[in-house]
């Protein structure tokens, strides 16, 4: 266990309350970030630089409802405060964030916060959203408690921020006095043996031994969760959890025979306490449901019966035509700016390798994707606005009919939509769904969900090989293709995970609560923020793995040198190099799919990134030209000609059948990794890696072989 | 009755759960248990889940888990 940490505040708060946006103001955006985005569905870190210049560690939290765990990024709360229970390392004070247009049901949770002993600041977000006059004073609500301070804040409209940072400072003055503890719960007296048990065997104040009492006693999940903790940090008591488990059941049988439901024990004592102390009596709480928010309204039609579903259909086909007909001017900028760089070092550098190995191989393969940036941040920026305007939660509704019919949970939405942008947070964001197994075949499909990274590949194959015209005189073809390819991979992902749901045996409870949050407008910082951080880890992509492998398939590429047959001067000859050589023993086994030798070295260096391809044929067209031009990919994979046959080399059949086979593969070395370490084991990668490779090599022979059949591309 | 039995707009005060009741622990946690009062909102698409206001909020639940909470008439 570690014992040195650093001291730090922690955040705690509902889901949606404006948790991280209130996390990214106080840290000015400093937090440490992943190389994707939205990995965290887990801890996040943040320097926090207070009034008075002290800077403090600031640990933001998956948002929850209670502190119990029903899904997976819950229980990461629920272990953390247990572990602030059980040991040294807690946090200073907790910031309880409230959103403060929805008061009794967060405020739930700040009374949970309250009985952990430690200083607590309610920061009342989104005051924006209330109404200034008939909100309840701060001083109110900090009595109410016993907080240390409750303050007024908009994270999203930066108001209230630095009177926050003033009452942490405050709050962390040293201080020897314990918790003014104000939530007073009553009734109790049939647990009163397991609090006192608690209190003498772990040490916990009278609070904290009442408040994991009652949680011990309503969920199950309380138990396994004391379980697992003992387990982990090796002082494990067997007869500590035999007695515990027996003095719960007691308490549950003691609770019974008075007649009281001990399932729903604590939240009907903690909202009893704070329903009275709102003043929130029977025609108050009517008044409010019969309020009917913008959002209801919005809803009427938004999500209707029947026009919903046509709605959400509609804005994905808008979002992937966008993609196409949006991101062709910006594209032709990178792909002359690209070229001419090129031609530019080549005319300042003297011939010989370090030239050749620089034009051809780091400016050909790392500009050939750079082409597709703007596309990716086309896609991801759709994504992003979708959900940060409230609209995802209601597709996860809709949706969530649809869902259990092939397996999966309405949850199971948010992972493959973010899918689209990389399977790598799609399958974090599986987390929220709390059956396992719905959860583990979502896990399963995602990497199905075609991802920006296969948006380069679509997009040069179909910029190349299908004509750009229009159908019935309005949709492009060009884009209808690029819109069917990722159809393919989500209906694909939807029968799979029906067969799996048969094969897949696991008790499975599926549970569906889904709160849906107000309407708003995006917060425009945000979502570029999300732009930028995908844009920055594409770069980032492109500078480490493409450039590596551009160079290492550079060499491949260029040596042996071979001797012209005329002249005895050394020349190039990719077919007999060592890349070339590898393409060519591959050949029996993907000829079948239309794929040749140059397609299949393609296939070996995309397991490092599926857009590889791309950059391996630019290097590889770069190479076999030698001229110093930069070579236009899409002209060079159209013009390619067999040297023996006089016929181009490639046909739509081929690109057709190429498609397909990136529909499905599963290259991508990174998902294999966070789906190794979402389910725990080597089993669930293996079986993912294995059925989406065959499904790819034989709807690629179909595709092929059949289109060969039918005469399809000569 | 059952929150399955509401009209739209319909307001009604939530009397307890089916002893059943696999949600019960999670709604009572968002402040949904007895005594609260729930406004029926609407039915979703392809015979989806119910959607709810309660309290401050705006919730959806699905319709065999609706049918597990009663109300009073």
């Given at each position: 266990m570690k014992t040195d940490f650093n001291r730090f505040i922690a955040l705690i708060g509902n889901p949606n309350s404006g948790k991280t946006a209130l996390f990214n103001q106080l840290t000015g955006m400093h937090q440490k970030v992943s190389n994707y985005p939205g990995v965290t569905v887990d801890r996040k870190i943040g320097k926090l630089k207070l009034n008075n210049n002290q800077h403090i560690d600031l640990l933001d939290l998956p948002g929850t409802y209670s502190l119990t765990a029903e899904s997976f990024d819950e229980q990461v709360v629920t272990e953390q405060v247990l572990h602030w229970l059980h040991s040294d390392e807690k946090p200073e004070v907790i910031i309880s964030v409230v959103d403060a247009s929805n008061l009794s049901r967060n405020l739930y949770l700040t009374s949970q916060v309250m009985d952990l002993g430690i200083p607590v600041v309610i920061a009342l977000n989104m005051s924006d959203r209330t109404d200034e006059a008939k909100r309840i004073a701060e001083e109110d609500i900090k009595n109410m408690f016993g907080a240390e301070a409750a303050?007024?804040?908009?994270?999203?409209?930066?108001?209230?921020?630095?009177?926050?940072?003033?009452?942490?400072?405050?709050?962390?003055?040293?201080?020897?006095?314990?918790?003014?503890?104000?939530?007073?719960?009553?009734?109790?007296?049939?647990?009163?043996?397991?609090?006192?048990?608690?209190?003498?065997?772990?040490?916990?104040?009278?609070?904290?031994?009442?408040?994991?009492?009652?949680?011990?006693?309503?969920?199950?999940?309380?138990?396994?969760?004391?379980?697992?903790?003992?387990?982990?940090?090796?002082?494990?008591?067997?007869?500590?959890?035999?007695?515990?488990?027996?003095?719960?059941?007691?308490?549950?049988?003691?609770?019974?025979?008075?007649?009281?439901?001990?399932?729903?024990?604590?939240?009907?004592?903690?909202?009893?306490?704070?329903?009275?102390?709102?003043?929130?009596?029977?025609?108050?709480?009517?008044?409010?449901?019969?309020e009917s928010s913008f959002s209801e309204k919005l809803d009427k039609v938004l999500t209707h019966q029947y026009m919903g579903p046509i709605?959400?259909?509609?804005?994905?086909?808008?979002?992937?035509?966008?993609?196409?007909?949006?991101?062709?001017?910006?594209?032709?900028?990178?792909?002359?700016?690209?070229?001419?760089?090129?031609?530019?070092?080549?005319?300042?550098?003297?011939?010989?390798?370090?030239?050749?190995?620089?034009?051809?191989?780091?400016?050909?393969?790392?500009?050939?994707?750079?082409?597709?940036?703007?596309?990716?941040?086309?896609?991801?920026?759709?994504?992003?606005?979708?959900?940060?305007?409230?609209?995802?939660?209601?597709?996860?509704?809709?949706?969530?009919?649809?869902?259990?019919?092939?397996?999966?949970?309405?949850?199971?939405?948010?992972?493959?939509?973010?899918?689209?942008?990389?399977?790598?947070?799609?399958?974090?964001?599986?987390?929220?769904?709390?059956?396992?197994?719905?959860?583990?075949?979502?896990?399963?499909?995602?990497?199905?969900?075609?991802?920006?990274?296969?948006?380069?590949?679509?997009?040069?194959?179909?910029?190349?090989?299908?004509?750009?015209?229009?159908?019935?005189?309005?949709?492009?073809?060009?884009?209808?293709?690029?819109?069917?390819?990722?159809?393919?991979?989500?209906?694909?992902?939807?029968?799979?995970?029906?067969?799996?749901?048969?094969?897949?045996?696991?008790?499975?409870?599926?549970?569906?609560?889904?709160?849906?949050?107000?309407?708003?407008?995006?917060?425009?910082?945000?979502?570029?923020?999300?732009?930028?951080?995908?844009?920055?880890?594409?770069?980032?992509?492109?500078?480490?793995?493409?450039?590596?492998?551009?160079?290492?398939?550079?060499?491949?590429?260029?040596?042996?040198?071979?001797?012209?047959?005329?002249?005895?001067?050394?020349?190039?000859?990719?077919?007999?190099?060592?890349?070339?050589?590898?393409?060519?023993?591959?050949?029996?086994?993907?000829?079948?799919?239309?794929?040749?030798?140059?397609?299949?070295?393609?296939l070996v260096t995309s397991f490092a990134a599926r857009e590889v391809m791309v950059s391996t044929l630019s290097t590889i067209y770069n190479v076999e030209d030698g001229s110093g031009e930069m070579v236009n990919l899409s002209r060079a994979l159209v013009n390619d000609t067999n040297e023996q046959t006089g016929k181009k080399t490639y046909s739509i059949l081929t690109a057709l059948s190429l498609l397909v086979f990136y529909v499905f593969a599963a290259q991508c070395m990174a998902t294999f990794a966070i789906v190794k370490k979402e389910t725990n084991s080597w089993k669930w990668p293996l079986i993912m890696t294995g059925y989406m490779t065959s499904l790819a090599y034989f709807a690629s022979l179909l595709v092929f072989q059949g289109g060969k059949i039918l005469g399809i591309g000569g | 009755m059952t929150l399955l039995d509401m009209k739209k707009n319909q307001v009604a005060q939530i009397k307890g759960f089916l002893e059943s009741s696999e949600l019960q622990s999670r709604l009572v946690e968002m402040g949904i248990l007895p005594g609260t009062e729930i406004r029926m909102i609407k039915r979703t698409p392809f015979n989806g889940p119910l959607e709810f206001k309660v309290r401050d909020y705006y919730v959806s639940v699905r319709k065999n888990d609706a049918a597990h909470i009663e109300i009073y008439s």
């Open positions: 303050v007024y804040v908009s994270a999203s409209q930066k108001t209230g921020i630095d009177a926050l940072k003033s009452t942490l400072s405050f709050a962390l003055r040293p201080h020897s006095a314990n918790v003014n503890h104000a939530v007073k719960l009553s009734n109790i007296s049939s647990i009163t043996p397991l609090i006192q048990w608690l209190q003498s065997e772990f040490a916990y104040t009278e609070e904290a031994a009442i408040a994991q009492g009652l949680r011990l006693v309503t969920r199950n999940s309380t138990f396994k969760l004391y379980k697992n903790y003992f387990k982990k940090n090796n002082n494990a008591l067997d007869y500590k959890l035999t007695k515990l488990e027996s003095i719960v059941q007691q308490s549950r049988d003691a609770m019974e025979k008075k007649g009281i439901s001990y399932k729903i024990i604590e939240a009907t004592l903690r909202y009893h306490w704070l329903d009275k102390q709102l003043g929130s009596t029977e025609n108050a709480r009517v008044d409010k449901i019969k709605i959400f259909v509609g804005i994905l086909y808008f979002i992937f035509q966008t993609i196409f007909t949006f991101s062709s001017y910006p594209m032709e900028w990178i792909d002359s700016g690209v070229a001419a760089f090129g031609h530019s070092i080549h005319q300042m550098m003297s011939p010989g390798i370090l030239r050749d190995l620089l034009v051809e191989g780091v400016i050909g393969g790392v500009g050939a994707i750079l082409i597709f940036l703007p596309q990716i941040l086309i896609l991801v920026f759709f994504l992003a606005i979708l959900e940060d305007t409230g609209y995802m939660a209601r597709v996860v509704v809709m949706m969530d009919k649809f869902m259990t019919k092939v397996g999966l949970h309405g949850r199971s939405v948010l992972p493959l939509m973010s899918g689209f942008a990389c399977a790598i947070p799609g399958v974090m964001a599986t987390r929220t769904i709390d059956s396992w197994k719905e959860r583990l075949i979502t896990i399963l499909i995602v990497p199905l969900i075609s991802c920006s990274a296969r948006l380069p590949v679509y997009a040069m194959l179909i910029g190349a090989f299908i004509p750009s015209e229009k159908v019935s005189g309005i949709f492009g073809l060009q884009g209808l293709v690029l819109v069917f390819m990722y159809f393919l991979g989500t209906a694909t992902a939807l029968v799979i995970a029906k067969i799996f749901s048969r094969f897949i045996t696991l008790k499975s409870h599926s549970n569906f609560v889904m709160e849906l949050p107000p309407y708003r407008v995006p917060l425009l910082r945000s979502t570029l923020y999300q732009v930028y951080q995908r844009a920055r880890g594409f770069l980032t992509d492109a500078g480490k793995i493409i450039l590596a492998i551009s160079i290492v398939l550079w060499f491949l590429a260029s040596f042996p040198k071979v001797q012209h047959q005329e002249t005895g001067e050394m020349m190039t000859k990719i077919e007999a190099s060592y890349a070339g050589q590898l393409g060519k023993k591959m050949e029996p086994f993907i000829a079948p799919l239309g794929f040749d030798w140059k397609i299949g070295i393609g | -």
